[in-house]
Structure formats: structure tokens, C-alpha cells
């Protein structure tokens, strides 16, 4: 909730900085959230991060249904404090904060592109800086924030930089917004189940990968 109530207000009040201000806010509030709760959840607050938490052990199966309802009822709830806190005409300019830079189908493949390699990116992050044992870090909440910051900054003009199905449905139902809502979707849990894959087979900790032990 508290994520994505700061990005979807960043973006909707957004005016002049281009992806700056939604990058440091995206990225300073999710790395703040997980130092503030990780120890209570491990600060997912993403269903493609669950995704891959879970394929490395991170996350026991029964919970992974339990926290993508979670995480997704946090993403209504956010965004719907944003809605309410902010000006019509701001609100209705940026189409709630919803994900709208796809228009044409001609650019589905490169959004989706981009959303598997920034999601892979930041799912790296997590898994690795915070789970994988060997390499963890108790950096690891500001190291997944600049990730998520950079990403946008490098990658918020093609899709949006979504990199996270909860952030792009809460606006979706909020501003009853769903053009190409699905790449939002796909993107991420495919960067997220490749993450999973390649460190449970071949970067992660002796427990954890299969080969090359």
C-alpha cells in the first residue's frame, strides 16, 4: 500500500522532472518499506519477486497465493488513497498513475521486452542481495531501491517501467484503466520466473542450484 501510494502520487503530481521524480520515489519507498517490514515478510510487496523467491526457496508454496492477494489488495488500497488525495485534473491527465504509454500494438513486444529485462534485473537484486545466502547483504533494501530507481530511469520512456503486476493493477482498478494492461503482467512474471531458474540452477548456493555445486 504504502509503495505504491508514493509512485502512483509521484507520477500523477509529476509536472516537470520526467522519470527523475518517479524514479527516486519509487525507488527510496520500496527500499525504505522493505528495511522498515523485511523482517517481518522479507519485503516482497511484488508478485513477480515472490515468483522468484519461491523457485529458490525463499518462500514456502502455501504462501505464495496468500501473498500475491496481499500484495495486490495493497495495490488497490494505495492507489485508491491517491485518487482521493489528489487533484481531478492531475489525477485524469495521468490516467491515474496506470500504466498508458503502450497505444499501438506495433509497441507490445518491446514494452514486454523491456519489462522482462528491468524485472529481471531488480528480481536479481532481491533474490541474490537478500535471500542467496553467500551474497546477501544487510544493504540489500537500498541495493533493490536504486534497482527499481535505475530501471525507471533507464526504461520508464518504453514501458513505464512496471516491474511489478501489483503496481500496474492498483491504478488499473482505480482508474478503470486496462489498455495492454496484461503486458504488466507477463513481463514481470517472466523475468521473475528466469531469475528463479537461472539461480536455482546455477548461481545460487550449494543448496540452492542444482548444477555446478
Known sequence: MLFVFIGCMSVIMNNLTGSLQPALAHGLALGLTIAILGGISGGHFNP?????AWIIGGLNLVLVVPYWICQLCGGMIGAALAKALTPEEDYEKSAGAAFNLVTMDAQVARAIGAEIVMTFFLVLAVC?????RKTST?????CIGFTVATDILAGGSISGACMNPARAFGPAVAAHFWAYHWIYWVGPMIGGLLVGGIIRLLLGDPKIRLFLK
Do not use: E, R, T
Not at 48 to 52: E, H, K, R, W
Not at 138 to 142: E, K, V, Y
Open 48 to 52: 513477480a519477486v515472490s515468483l522468484g
Open 128 to 132: 541474490m542481495g537478500a535471500i542467496n
Open 138 to 142: 544487510a544493504l540489500a533494501p537500498f
